[in-house]
């Protein structure tokens, strides 16, 4: 590949670490945590091997969504810091060759934005058409509704003018309106201004909902064809910074996804999270079989060499299953979260990982090992390094934005505070700090931490895997995945394990029209410390895999050695 083709592409790579500043280290011993605190553990990231950190949101907000209400899309939320902290955490993390995104709420604002408190206060105010309102009496909405038991519509009628505005999500947080071009330019001027604070780029919440027209004024003029405006948001992030990324959070079908990556001109979002492979992952691990996600692996257009996908086991949010079936649904409900209190909005799971797979280290290993081979780049959530668990005490989706588990002091290193005062408490239990923690994970060579810095650096040193063409290769077994991903002439090759039976593989990895005078000398080399598997004379390999086994390799060969 040319430098011309390549170069800068960053995103294609990377490996991203989302992380909450409120809850990830408490600097100044207030109970939450800040700026000042996450610089200190700046270099905690950098030794993990992350290339980019992904800031949920920190800007000024009452924190009725944690955050994604936000009242100033120019500011600081004060428990977190000042302008001046993040300037100095986004040089920090680039000084250890970090990039840092930001999460980028401009589908709502809070109730309480300066915008929102106008534009309620009459049909004429300058702000009015900030939001969408209506005059009529709405339908029912009931269905629409993002968080269902919490809101029943999707509109609420506003006292002081009798109309009704526009929520996607809670009431507290009206939807903008995009198609009033003063909303597009503040959105713009406020991406500029962060740009300008050295942010590399964007996490775009709820594109789809972002880009809705509905509900905005007919007015021919005033519409806007939502692809064009993502375009040339896209475009404008592109002239302030070259390689600015937006990656956006898209839980919609690939046809759909597909065009808000700009179809095959791929001009709009860079990057998506891949949502229906996580979902089908997890079927795949409830009924240990890896034919559910290798169908929708295949079933996963092609895109625009420059974008990629985001992958991931779980976020910040209910790990959501919407686009199972209701029985497949099931299925992994009754086998990773079987009370209710574990599922949430009927849909998902409110759960992590490691409780979800009653803390089975090689499950948890093989889970993780296959996130960093899929083709795509690896997105972890804060803790998943030395497997956290979730706290069911909390509500809702907080049960997964406990404090990050430094070690086994007190509030697990979190915070120096009383426990009274702490913006959320730490996980209780055989998954809290007194077991799980970032100090002993780092002394044990065996821990899940070091395993995932490993990994991290095998993805790092593989670019076939962010940037290849992937393949899945046939083999007998269906608890088996196994598939190989190729670019520039070299080729790894991925073997996972879904089942609690050790089992061998036998496979060609070569393709079968590979010339047999090729294979001299060729084999596979492990990546991860096992041993190098040769090739038999017709280019075929055998190997064991463990139960939830996993193996990555490279294949080396002489340079005569095709792969079809
Ligand atoms: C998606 C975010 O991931 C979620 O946490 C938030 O509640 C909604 N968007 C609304 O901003």
Not at 116 to 125: M, W, Y
Not at 491 to 517: I, Y
Request: charged share 25%; glycine share 8%.
């Amino acid at each position: 590949m040319s430098i011309a083709e390549t170069s800068d592409l960053w995103w294609k790579n990377a490996v991203i670490y989302c992380l909450d500043p409120e809850t990830f280290f408490d600097g100044d011993g207030d109970g939450t945590g800040d700026f000042s605190g996450l610089i200190q553990r700046v270099d905690y990231l950098a030794a993990l091997g992350v290339t980019c950190i992904w800031l949920m949101p920190f800007y000024p907000t009452p924190d009725r969504d944690d955050g994604y209400d936000v009242t100033d899309m120019y500011g600081v939320d004060r428990r977190l810091g000042t302008l001046g902290d993040v300037v100095e955490f986004i040089r920090t993390a680039k000084d250890r060759g970090m990039r840092v995104i930001a999460d980028f709420v401009v589908n709502h604002t809070s109730d309480r934005h300066p915008w929102f408190v106008e534009s309620r206060k009459s049909l004429d105010n300058p702000y009015r058409d900030y939001y969408v309102w209506r005059d009529d009496t709405p339908p029912d909405t009931s269905d629409e509704v993002v968080f269902p038991g919490e809101e029943s519509s999707i509109w609420t009628r506003d006292q002081a003018t009798g109309e009704w505005y526009l929520h996607m999500f809670a009431k507290h947080q009206p939807d903008l309106n995009v198609a009033n071009p003063k909303v597009r330019d503040e959105i713009a001027k406020s991406m500029g201004f962060w740009l300008q604070l050295g942010i590399d780029g964007f996490r775009l919440d709820a594109v789809p909902f972002f880009l809705e027209l509905r509900g905005a004024p007919e007015d021919k003029a005033a519409r806007i064809d939502p692809h064009d405006y993502l375009a040339a948001l896209r475009s404008f992030l592109n002239r302030r910074n070259g390689s600015g990324v937006l990656l956006g959070e898209v839980n919609l079908p690939y046809k759909d996804q597909l065009k808000y990556f700009g179809g095959p001109e791929g001009n709009e979002l860079n990057m998506q999270f891949d949502f229906l492979s996580m979902q089908m992952m997890y079927l795949s691990l409830a009924r240990e079989d890896a034919r559910p996600l290798a169908t929708n692996l295949k079933s996963r257009p092609k895109i625009h060499p420059d974008n990629q996908w985001a992958m991931f086991v779980r976020n910040h949010d209910e790990l959501t299953l919407d686009k199972l079936s209701d029985t497949e649904r099931e299925e992994v409900f009754a086998a990773f979260g079987p009370d209710e209190n574990m599922q949430m909005y009927g849909r998902g799971l409110r759960r992590r990982l490691p409780t979800m797979l009653s803390g089975d280290p090689a499950r948890i290993r093989m889970v993780y090992s296959l996130m960093f081979s899929l083709p795509g780049t690896p997105v972890l959530f804060y803790g998943e390094e030395i497997g956290m668990g979730e706290d069911l005490r909390a509500e809702g989706r907080s049960a997964v934005r406990s404090p990050m588990q430094w070690s086994s002091a007190e509030n697990g290193g979190f915070s120096t505070a009383p426990a009274k005062d702490l913006v959320a408490q730490p996980v209780d239990g055989s998954f809290g700090p007194e077991f799980i923690n970032v100090a002993s994970a780092k002394r044990e060579p065996g821990s899940l931490w070091n395993f995932v810095a490993t990994l991290i650096q095998r993805y790092r040193e593989s670019p076939e895997l962010g940037w290849g063409d992937f393949e899945l290769l046939k083999q007998p077994s269906a608890q088996v995945l196994l598939h190989r991903s190729t670019w520039s002439g070299s080729t790894v090759v991925l073997a996972h394990n879904f089942g609690a039976e050790r089992t061998s593989v036998s496979a060609s990895v070569t393709g079968a029209g590979t010339a047999k005078q090729g294979l001299a000398g060729a084999y596979l080399e492990d990546l991860l410390g096992g041993e190098d598997v040769p090739f038999d004379d017709d280019g075929n390999v055998r190997f064991e895999l463990d139960r939830y086994g996993y193996r990555w390799f490279r294949v080396h060969r002489p340079e005569n050695l095709k792969l079809v």
